[in-house]
């Protein structure tokens, strides 16, 4: 995949392109939650913090988190737009984080694993981080388990090229558990709709998925003319929900 520089691209839109309702943060706060111990608080670490669309409330449902982020511009906004007294964001990377050994009890990587370079250091520091029984809180589409958004039917080639940035489930499985990690569960989650086509369509034109930075200028132009067609034709229409991957592995 193009690799992408958010502290020259996305980074004045992320917040805005990529933001969550209050229901959507409560269904993924919920799935967290069926996830974890029951114990509170637990310490955690939020990896690919990005603005800190999930940090502040992962720190009022279980408890001090630290956000781990690679582009100064990303954690700038964080730190102005998402602050909770038990949150803290540090530069770092999934491969080296800031942090000591054995210090959380979880670590949420939320749509932020396929842009780590160097996936197997990654799992090595991750289980560096996690205590004993710590867990992983994998939220990651997977190019055999993609969720297929409705919008990408309208991109040439959209779904070859989305899923194209994205590993099979096996070989992140596999990955893992070769490292000494046990899968504890794989389960879909139905985030509620982001309201209508015409405001999804508006969150689109913001360009703050990965997916756009893979596409040439032309197929972005013919996709979006595409997508503005479709819309135009009932722009408060509901945009559909889709069921996506989160994947819980615990540290050995």
């Given at each position: 995949m193009r690799r992408?520089?958010?502290?020259?691209?996305?980074?004045q839109d992320y917040a805005r392109g990529r933001a969550l309702n209050e229901q959507q943060l409560r269904t993924w706060i919920s799935a967290f939650e069926a996830a974890l111990p029951e114990r509170?608080?637990?310490a955690g670490l939020d990896v690919g913090s990005g603005t800190g669309r999930f940090t502040p409330a992962l720190a009022?449902?279980?408890?001090?988190?630290?956000?781990?982020?690679?582009?100064?511009?990303?954690?700038?906004?964080?730190?102005a737009?998402?602050?909770h007294p038990?949150?803290?964001?540090?530069?770092?990377?999934a491969e080296d984080m800031p942090v000591p050994s054995a210090c959380a009890d979880y670590a949420?990587?939320?749509?932020?694993?396929?842009?780590?370079?160097?996936?197997?250091?990654?799992?090595?520091e991750l289980a560096r981080v996690l205590r004993p029984g710590g867990r992983l809180l994998l939220r990651a589409n997977f190019s055999d388990h993609h969720p297929r958004p409705w919008w990408l039917e309208h991109f040439p080639r959209g779904y070859e090229v989305d899923a194209a940035l994205f590993q099979p489930l096996h070989e992140v499985i596999a990955m893992f558990t070769s490292d000494g990690w046990r899968v504890t569960d794989f389960r879909t989650v139905t985030e509620p709709s982001y309201g209508?086509?015409?405001?999804?369509?508006?969150?689109?034109?913001l360009r703050t998925l990965s997916f756009f930075a893979q596409l040439s200028p032309d197929?972005?132009?013919?996709?979006?003319?595409?997508?503005?067609?479709?819309?135009?034709?009932?722009?408060?229409?509901?945009?559909?929900?889709?069921?996506?991957?989160?994947?819980?592995?615990?540290?050995n």
């Open positions: 992408i520089d958010y502290d020259t691209e996305q980074h509170r608080p637990l009022r449902a279980f408890g001090p988190v630290t956000g781990v982020e690679p582009s100064v511009r990303m954690r700038e906004t964080a730190q737009q998402s602050r038990e949150v803290r964001y540090l530069a770092g990377s949420l990587m939320f749509l932020s694993w396929h842009h780590v370079q160097d996936k197997p250091r990654a799992a090595r209508t086509l015409g405001d999804m369509l508006e969150r689109l034109r197929d972005l132009e013919t996709g979006f003319r595409r997508l503005e067609q479709a819309v135009a034709a009932d722009p408060d229409a509901p945009a559909p929900v889709f069921s996506e991957p989160l994947l819980t592995l615990e540290r």
